[in-house]
């Protein structure tokens, strides 16, 4: 292998689109390492405090993409305090020094500030796409700057992003020049948006084919839009209510059926059921379509715009479309791939939420369904076997059952055999959600069946520590494991501490870990950053004075090679 | 409020710190949480229920971000909502050492929530972030539901206390329970408002900006002694509120037409009794008095604008419709309604002006030419102008103080772009 030449090697490896894959053929040999690291373009950094960002600069440095992801996954639900870290600034900072060639930039879960951004939109004269999911830190200030410098700006994609609104004229800040943008996401901005500069930066970039619209542009604005970009692909609406029968109305009709390329719809926000009908003309053409910011729509207008979805692929819709309608969704889509049904009514008494009846009716008529969000009130033993048989293909699988701990309603039993047919009969299954009443026999099956699982959510589950050593025995590819409110203590988390190593992650809070167990997990494990988060009072107690026995509330512990972190705020301890 | 439970405070002190070993917790007895309870019992034995219900109630009201705990003040807080029934202030604390005798996971959750890892009061900066997700849900569900929801989620509780099997527990306050976004929350709280309030409809018409209760106005029929009152905002055309105009008067019509024979055969009429309201066909003719004591045809302008500004209805007898009954108004008056700051957003959008210009008094009589320079640069800071022309035709009562000029014109200069 080492007479191979470099050059073919190389040109062997860029076929090699994974990261793991890529992982692996840097470990074979130095040469392999070298030939590796000078040709990826493509960087993926799971965990930001994993490493240092000047360790990843200096490896690739010709990197042209690089994804970094920061909180963990249990951010999103408000249990990782505000300033617990993540920050974005670093990464930047080192790759403005160390990788001028840098195209695109994606984070998740990162805090970005205005200065960030301003840092990143004159460092890199060739950037083209910032993607930031679920980011926060930053106004629009910072988005008028990626605006102002970087010329040649194909994507700016914002989603679920917490954005301070300093005012609209970011949007106008992409001056005339600019007419190279491709797709352009700022749905998650709660200010208005300067919609005649967006009607105008429209017009003048004949590549847009993804827009997704925030609930200040009006219809009367979208119908400019669509106007003048009818080869739009990937559309979010904005605001979507209109007077009945007006004139703005009629030109919308017109203008959805000229959009011929149409293939996925978002937005709805403030729907009313009466202008979903603008929307049938490209109905048969989606493949995605998300109404899950629409609660105004009940379920027979969802039905009746649904019903004449053939090819969609992608459904997010919120569980007011009941039982009933997941049974036309059935019907009608049948190449679903990914539903989702998010809760609408969480503080009511759930009458017309979805069921496990629509589970299984969907699993019936959309074989081929390898991806699901499901929230409801119950659901079966006898459901989950059938959707299992259904639907074997299933790669990522949620299950949230609104209330915690609630048994199988018709036979008051836990819901293991259920789970447990999904992981027996789901062999690719990557990512699962547990919910309901569960015992240490679920994780039984887990552990014996779901052999290519990565990721695990648990809460409110499990009896003993058994439970989740059979998740760690068992799981050979479980990366991140993240549990709330379970019966695990020290015993589990010290059973077989070297499995950490080969695991991204794992979150534990409300369990009955101590901080002895704590100790002792990061006395064990040194590449090991065991942080323990205690917002309570950092101020007057000291460590000293808490007793190894005393619970932890939340810790966090991960992987890294860089140590322990610097950026800590007083309430977070790495051991 | 204090003296009240000098007796109750060093009770609760004592509970916290000594506290049961929590870390023998084996399965989530009820048993085990009586005993809890019954520590816990105020002096003065009171009804155990009723107790429960308040400590559940508190735990769904905000958590006041004042309430970083000093011990004493957390535990008289507690005992104070412990002994006021019904003493439902915002500023009541968490049910520390609450343990509802409900599903067993809010026991346990609230176990831990006391007495987790350096928690000496369930007060404190944790608390309120770990309930900064329920107070969040609180608020809103206080702000959106006001005391409905309120009132559902304690009558829930109460029957959740007498049912220890499944209840809609998880409304109740878990942190980060359900596992879904903020704003998806927020979202759910959109909903149950509009569900409980068919009659809204969300603002979309920012321009008007009204606020949408019931819009009552009186309304009164020629012929009529007895007035009645229509809600505007219920309805959304003209065509609607014709016909409830018509339903409305139908009977007092029939009445006083004083035809018997027509009386007993109306029941199955479908057709209306008062055709042409609206198109001056009919009888009869609908007019409006608006917030300038002008009366006016109904259905001369947009729906909206006739909302905001009509006051009083009247449904006169056609004949007694002419022009003089429309009042005059003079050159000044148009001039000001026309004046920059009411057009400044219209000149963004032509067609909102026309609507606008539209809705000045007896447009029926005028004719209205809006013209533009002929290039508009956009992004730049030249100011641009447009002139409008208003056009008086026949029937147009102008003032003497006009000099009988057929049109006026009026110049505006728009804002330079970003100022």
Redesign the interface.
């Known amino acids: 292998m080492t007479y191979f030449p470099e050059e073919v090697v190389e040109h062997i490896v860029d076929f090699l689109g994974s990261h793991g894959d890529r992982n692996a053929v840097s470990t074979v040999c130095k040469a392999w390492y070298q030939v590796d690291r000078l040709s990826r373009r493509s960087v993926f950094v799971g965990n930001c405090y994993a490493i240092r960002p000047e360790r990843v600069v200096t490896r690739f440095p010709e990197m042209k993409s690089l994804t970094v992801k920061g909180k963990p996954h249990?951010a999103?639900?408000?249990?990782v305090?505000?300033d617990w870290g993540g920050f974005a600034q670093p990464w930047i900072e080192a790759a403005a020094r160390g990788c001028p060639g840098l195209e695109e930039l994606r984070l998740k879960r990162m805090v970005v500030t205005d200065d960030d951004l301003e840092l990143l939109a004159r460092s890199f004269p060739n950037f083209k796409s910032l993607v930031l999911v679920s980011c926060e830190g930053f106004s629009t200030d910072g988005l008028a700057a990626i605006a102002t410098y970087c010329r040649g700006l194909r994507e700016l994609d914002l989603q679920?992003n917490e954005v301070e609104d300093h005012g609209r004229?970011w949007l106008?800040c992409f001056p005339?020049s600019c007419t190279s943008l491709v797709s352009l996401n700022f749905a998650c901005l709660k200010g208005e948006v300067n919609a005649?500069?967006l009607e105008?930066l429209v017009a003048r970039c004949p590549n847009l084919k993804g827009l997704k619209l925030n609930h200040s542009i009006?219809v009367?604005s979208l119908n400019k839009i669509l106007a003048r970009a009818p080869h739009l692909v990937d559309l979010g609406t904005g605001?979507f209510?209109?007077?009945?029968r007006s004139e703005t109305y009629h030109r919308l009709i017109n203008a959805f059926f000229k959009c011929k390329s149409l293939r996925s719809l978002s937005g709805f926000w403030?729907a009313?059921p009466f202008c979903l009908q603008a929307v049938y003309p490209i109905c048969t053409n989606l493949t995605v379509l998300n109404l899950?910011?629409a609660?105004?729509i009940q379920s027979a207008d969802l039905t009746k715009l649904i019903g004449l979805c053939f090819k969609l692929q992608k459904l997010w819709v919120?569980d007011?479309i009941g039982d009933k309608g997941l049974v036309v969704v059935a019907s009608t889509c049948k190449e679903l791939q990914e539903l989702r049904v998010?809760?609408?009514?969480?503080?009511?008494?759930?009458i017309t939420a979805v069921t496990e009846e629509g589970l299984v009716a969907i699993s019936s008529g959309c074989p081929n369904l390898n991806s699901l969000l499901y929230?409801c009130y119950q659901m079966t033993n006898s459901a989950l076997t059938t959707v299992a048989k259904n639907c074997p293909h299933f790669t990522r699988f949620r299950l949230?059952i609104?209330?915690?701990?609630?048994p199988d309603?018709v036979t008051n039993q836990p819901l293991d055999e259920g789970f447990g047919a999904i992981v027996r009969s789901c062999k690719n299954l990557r990512r699962l959600?547990v919910s309901g009443l569960l015992t240490d026999q679920v994780f039984l099956y887990i552990g014996m069946y779901a052999e290519h699982l990565e990721m695990l959510?648990i809460?409110?589950a499990g009896d003993s520590d058994k439970g989740m050593v059979y998740v760690l025995n068992g799981c050979k590819n479980l990366r991140k494991l993240e549990i709330?409110?379970c019966?695990f203590g020290d015993a589990a988390l010290l059973k077989d501490v070297a499995k950490y190593e080969t695991m991204r992650s794992l979150w534990m809070s409300?369990c009955?870990v101590?901080?002895g167990g704590c100790k002792a997990l990061a006395a064990k494990m040194p590449r090991l950053n065991v942080e323990?988060i205690?917002?309570?009072?950092g101020t007057s107690?000291s460590k000293e004075n808490?007793s190894d026995?005393?619970?932890?509330?939340?810790m966090y512990f991960y992987r890294t090679v860089a140590g322990p972190r610097n950026d800590a705020p007083d309430?977070v301890w790495t051991l | 409020m204090e003296e009240e439970f000098r007796g109750g405070r060093p009770q609760l002190f004592d509970f916290i710190t000594n506290g049961r070993d929590w870390s023998d917790k084996g399965g989530y007895g009820a048993a085990e949480e009586k005993n809890l309870e019954l520590r816990l019992g105020l002096p003065g034995g009171e009804d155990w229920s009723a107790v429960q219900e308040k400590r559940e109630h508190p735990a769904e009201s905000a958590v006041s971000p004042g309430h970083i705990a000093k011990i004493p003040k957390s535990t008289n807080l507690s005992a104070s909502s412990g002994a006021k029934r019904g003493c439902s202030d915002a500023v009541e604390s968490k049910p520390e050492g609450t343990l509802a005798d409900k599903t067993t996971f809010q026991q346990r959750h609230l176990q831990q929530q006391q007495l987790g890892f350096l928690q000496l009061q369930a007060k404190g900066k944790e608390s309120l972030h770990r309930t900064s997700g329920s107070a969040g849900l609180q608020s809103l569900e206080g702000k959106v539901c006001g005391p409905h929801a309120a009132h559902a989620s304690s009558t829930k509780n109460t029957t959740a206390t007498h049912s220890t099997s499944q209840s809609r527990a998880a409304a109740a306050p878990v942190v980060g329970w359900p596992p879904i976004r903020s704003f998806r929350k927020n979202l759910a709280g959109t909903a149950k408002a509009s569900a409980e309030s068919p009659n809204r409809r969300s603002d979309a018409e920012k321009k008007l900006e009204n606020d949408r209760k019931g819009l009552f106005v009186k309304i009164n029929m020629d012929g009529i002694p007895i007035g009645r009152k229509v809600d505007l905002k219920a309805y959304d055309s003209y065509e609607k509120l014709s016909l409830a105009v018509d339903e409305l008067f139908r009977g007092l019509l029939m009445a006083a037409q004083m035809d018997p024979l027509a009386a007993t055969t109306q029941s199955t009429k479908e057709t209306h009794v008062i055709p042409g309201l609206l198109d001056r066909s009919g009888e009869y003719t609908l007019v409006y008095e608006d917030d300038e004591g002008d009366k006016m045809l109904v259905g001369d302008v947009p729906w909206d604008m006739f909302v905001s500004t009509a006051k009083r209805l009247r449904v006169l007898k056609s004949s007694d419709l002419c022009a003089s009954s429309l009042t005059g108004r003079n050159q000044e008056e148009d001039k000001r309604l026309l004046n920059w700051e009411s057009c400044r957003s219209a000149l963004a959008f032509p067609t909102r002006l026309l609507r606008y210009v539209f809705g000045l008094k007896r447009l029926r009589q005028t004719l209205v030419l809006l013209s533009f320079p002929a290039r508009r640069n956009s992004g730049t800071t030249k100011s641009n102008t447009a002139s409008i022309y208003v056009t008086k035709m026949e029937g147009y009562q102008s003032s003497p103080a006009a000099n009988g000029s057929m049109h006026e014109t009026f110049q505006f200069h728009k804002q330079p772009a970003g100022s």
């Open positions: 249990f999103d639900f408000n249990l305090p505000y679920e004229q106008s005339d005649s500069a105008r009006s009367e605001s209510t209109i007077d009945n403030d009313s899950s910011y609660p105004a919120l007011c998010f809760p609408s009514d969480i503080y009511g008494t759930g929230f949230c609104l209330e915690p701990e609630k309603p959600s959510s809460a409110f709330r409110d019966p409300s009955d101590t901080l323990i205690n917002e309570n009072d107690e808490l026995l005393q619970k932890v509330e939340k309430f």
